[in-house]
């Protein structure tokens, strides 16, 4: 018997180029495209918006989540984005969401601040195990 494949789960933080008002149309473009191309890619995560900054989870096949990764890189909405987390997993925690989105969050700003100088090695870290705490608290039944 062959081993599970296994996922590649990657978490990165950037800062919000994205100016009031109309910041909350375009959380709202990023969701739809996100969610279609994603549910293509079979991609699962979550995405925690602040008015400062961008959190996401993404899981899926090794190569989709990178291709996600280098798109989100040129997308002049997002300035410094810093992988601060990455791992394989063998199932996504995000099954059944292909971008969960809950609407802002900005007391998340205190969690995301301190992600921008990440550990050399990408390893977890109490800050980034609290940051995938809080997006399952997000997606689950009754969250957030």
């Not at 991609?43 to 990764?69: K, S």
Request: no cysteine; aromatic share 8%.
């Amino acid at each position: 018997m062959s081993p599970e494949p296994k996922l590649l789960s990657l978490v990165y933080v950037s800062e919000s180029r994205l100016a009031r008002p109309a910041d909350s149309l375009e959380i709202s473009k990023i969701i739809d495209v996100s969610r279609a191309r994603n549910a293509g890619l079979g991609v699962a995560g979550a995405l925690i918006a602040t008015h400062r900054f961008f959190a996401q989870i993404l899981e899926g096949p090794p190569q989709a989540v990178e291709d996600l990764m280098q798109s989100i890189g040129r997308d002049v909405r997002h300035d410094i984005v810093t992988i601060v987390r990455r791992e394989p997993v063998s199932r996504s925690r995000f099954v059944g969401w292909s971008m969960a989105y809950s609407g802002y969050s900005g007391y998340v700003d205190r969690d995301i601040a301190p992600l921008f100088h990440p550990p050399i090695d990408l390893s977890p870290t109490p800050g980034t195990d609290r940051l995938i705490r809080l997006f399952r608290a997000f997606v689950a039944p009754g969250g957030a």
